[in-house]
């Protein structure tokens, strides 16, 4: 955990061990890095951003229906776990079908960590939809 993700202009999101967990993964597909000097930008600190009560620093609260490309499905540590966050590679009339995200159970299934799937991990865990606010539709 807490691998990869700092150098988003590199060829790879991996760090030089070639270790890369989700959040570390999604923050290099959208071209930041994870770290911005004050805050490690998990998926906790992402869903709090986006949920809060306040206009989110980096990221806006989006209805699933209204997710485009270049969103993030995330949900934060919750009852002892990590939380999760991937990347929404594509879209029907419903909200999210695919996503883009690094996972142990991608790495399982298919000898990668990271992989493109259905979304259904993120459903069953109750994920947002986030928007990165310097993102570009």
Known sequence: LGRGGMKPLADRPSDAAWACDCS???????????FDGTLWWDTSAIHADAVGDKEGELFEYIAWADARPGDVLVWGDKHGHQGHIGVVTECDESGPSK???????????????????????????????????????
């Open 24 to 34: 570390g993964c999604a923050w290099w597909c959208l071209g930041r890095s994870r």
């Open 99 to 137: 996503v883009v995200h690094c996972s142990n159970g991608n790495y399982k299934a298919t000898g990668d960590a990271i992989a493109e799937t259905d979304p259904g991990i993120f459903k069953a865990n109750d994920a947002i939809v986030a928007r990165a606010k310097w993102v570009q539709a």
